[in-house]
């Protein structure tokens, strides 16, 4: 496998493995504190909140990482690979 | 009171959504599954009002899924869930016949209006994404339209992509092999490449052909 190949396959285990991992636990965790939040006093609530709103950036800037390190379809894929998809 | 199948692969996040739908009255969980295959398994035993679809599983991706869901009942309605916010996965999903998008990492509360949304209304679309469902439809609905290419030059680059020369083009839609360069010098030129490789990898990777 030529280097740039095992970079691009690196570059997808990386974006796989943040998607799998930590964007799902930080986005549940968010969706959690949103109830949890909802049912407490607003005096209460209010550092709650704030804490669910710094996770909540954590998680779209993890998101964002995932969407930049996806690859258009024709720069990991040769033209015959993709003609080949194109045909099946 | 709505009844919901999550299909989603992430173990975590299915528990996540039956702890936060469980203090609720008006929507109850009634199956779940971790990829397509168990999804569409489960879906022939239940009926669900509303099907919550993770739009990336292991072995069929949800749209797909989405797609063999409504084969069984057209009228089902399907929400799909995302961690991507951009018009092309947004409109993708549409297309393939989702009537609410929920991203993830938005609030429980805008969930909860999604899934009701769809129930009463039959569809959502939050505002935050319509913006980016119309560029969607903008920029991936009939790509050919928006390059502005004509029915003879589409029917040039599906020739160009089989490995037909000049020569065989002409050929095949009976003109000269002159006019065929005059088409695809028109053809690089409104898909902005310098040859025909590019031109081939373009239109595919645009879905035009």
């Known amino acids: 496998m030529s280097y740039r190949n095992k970079l691009l396959d690196e570059r997808k285990r990386l974006g796989k493995e943040l998607h799998d991992g930590i964007a799902q636990t930080l986005t549940i965790a968010c969706l959690k504190l949103d109830v949890i939040v909802s049912q407490l006093p607003p005096d209460k609530a209010k550092e709650l909140k704030e804490i669910t709103k710094l996770l909540r950036i954590s998680a779209e800037n993890t998101r964002k990482i995932i969407y930049e390190l996806k690859l258009p379809d024709v720069e990991i894929k040769t033209l015959k690979e993709i003609r080949s998809q194109k045909k099946s | 009171m709505i009844k919901i199948l999550i299909v989603d692969d992430h173990a975590l996040f299915r528990q996540g959504l039956k702890e936060i739908f ?33 739009i990336s599983l292991p072995d069929k991706d949800g749209l797909e899924t989405t797609k063999e869901i ?19 996965h947004i409109f993708e999903a549409f297309q393939n016949g989702a009537v609410g998008y929920f991203v993830k990492t938005k609030t429980v509360d805008e969930l909860f209006k999604i899934i009701h949304s769809v129930y009463e209304e039959g569809t959502s679309v939050p505002r935050s994404l319509t913006s980016k469902l119309l560029e969607g439809i903008k920029r991936h ?31 095949q839609i ?8 005059n088409h695809l010098a028109s053809i690089f030129q409104k898909l902005a490449v310098e040859n025909r490789a590019q031109a081939i990898v373009k239109s595919m990777e645009e879905k035009i052909i």
């Open chain 2, 22 to 54: 469980s203090s609720r009255k008006d929507i109850k969980i009634i199956g779940e599954a971790s990829d397509s295959k168990e999804c569409l398994t489960v879906y022939k035993k239940i009926r669900p009002d509303i099907v919550l679809m993770d």
């Open chain 2, 70 to 88: 409504l084969k069984i009942n057209p009228k089902q309605k399907v929400i799909v869930l995302s961690m991507y916010d951009d018009e092309k």
């Open chain 2, 141 to 171: 609905a009939l790509p050919q339209q928006r390059f502005k290419l004509t029915e003879k030059e589409i029917k040039i680059l599906q020739l160009l992509k089989q490995g037909f020369s000049n020569k065989e083009i002409a050929r």
């Open chain 2, 174 to 181: 009976t003109t000269s092999e002159k006019t065929v360069k």
